[in-house]
Every structure is written in C-alpha cells, then in structure tokens.
C-alpha cells in the first residue's frame, strides 16, 4: 500500500539521478510504496512536450510510472480540493491551481505529499508533507 505521493519536482529529481538525498531514500521504498497524483502525470508529459526530445521523454516517462504509479481522481478528492482553496482563498494565502490539486489528492488519499516545494504546500491544514532534499 502506497505511503508517499511524490510532487513533480522529485519524480524529475528521481528521473535525473540528483540530489543523491533524493535518489538515496527513493531506493529504500519498495515499488507501490509511493504513488503519483494524475496531476503530477499530466505535468510531467506537459514537459516532454515542451522538450526538443519529447519522443525520449515521454519513454523515460513510461519507465518511471512502472516504479511509480499513477493514483486517479476520486470524488473525495474534490471534497478535499474544494476545502483547502477555500480556506486558503479567505486567507489570502492561495497556492498554484495544480498544487492545489496535488494537496488535496495527498491528503484525500491519507498520503505523505512529497516535495521541494514546502513553503506552499505548508500552508494546507492537516497535510502530511516531507522534503527529501533536505535530508542529510
């Protein structure tokens, strides 16, 4: 059963072998142990396309989603992203529409989000959250 929903930021940094921290806790999980959201994957291709090298991205890719799955969209998903923009809304405090989506999927899913990007998605109540690239 999955445990960690990796942000795009570490799928890249898994892609390309660095930081080591990454690459280093990624190899102690056992395949199914972390998942990514259908946000992630659709940002993810976003970039192959963007690149001159789509055609060998876009393979790279296929190869990643064999080590991490992609999770789909529930409805409880929708619950939780309606929620969080919400409150984030009345704060004034909102975050990137697809990070919005990637929170609420993490923590609809009872998932550890995984990201570089801890100064936005700290801001989401109850959301599990760990930085692979600060680990020493």
């Not at 942000?7 to 998942?35: Q, S, W």
């Not at 940002?43 to 393979?59: C, I, P, R, W």
């Not at 799955?69 to 009345?90: K, M, N």
């Amino acid at each position: 059963m999955a445990k960690y929903l990796l942000d795009t930021n570490i799928c890249i940094y898994i892609k390309k072998h660095r930081p080591i921290e990454v690459l280093n806790k990624f190899k102690t999980l056992m395949v199914g142990d972390a998942v990514i959201s259908q946000i992630t994957w659709g940002e993810l291709v976003y970039g192959a396309y963007k690149s001159q090298y789509t055609q060998k991205v876009l393979q790279e890719l296929e190869e990643l989603v064999r080590l991490i799955p992609v999770l789909p969209l529930t409805d409880e998903v929708g619950i939780h992203y309606g929620q969080i923009r919400a409150t984030l809304s009345q704060q004034g405090q909102l975050i990137g529409a697809n990070d919005l989506w990637i929170a609420a999927h993490a923590r609809a899913s009872s998932l550890i989000l995984v990201s570089n990007n801890t100064s936005e998605f700290a801001r989401v109540e109850n959301l599990q959250l760990e930085n692979w690239v600060s680990l020493s």
